[in-house]
């Protein structure tokens, strides 16, 4: 069970109503995400089977370092901490690679669905 914060007495109701307003639009975004995330690694996996039947290495220093760069540009674009949506990327591309490696190696289900 979630803990939720101590809201203080002399909060007004407009005031909460409104924090209750912009954590639902987070919530939503938050859901959002999962599922662009879960589609995004649909077609990892897809890439990861491709590289395992034509014996391609499961990392692409090239393509990683081109991917980092787009979306350090965008982030900047978009008004967001371009190191920020570094990190971001290099977890999702470190995650990527090691679903690649178990895919080439057999220790992984490519059925996500």
Known sequence: MAVHEELPADAGQDAIDQLHSI???IDNIDA???HMLAERFKFT???GRLKAVHGL???DPGRELEQIDRLRALAVEA??????AEKFLNFVIAEVIHHHVQI??????????
């Open 23 to 25: 954590r639902e639009s």
């Open 32 to 34: 959002a995400l999962i």
């Open 45 to 47: 996996q897809q890439v």
């Open 57 to 59: 290495p499961p990392a």
């Open 79 to 84: 008004h967001l901490d371009p190191m920020f």
């Open 104 to 113: 080439a190696t057999g220790t992984i289900s490519t059925d996500l669905s």
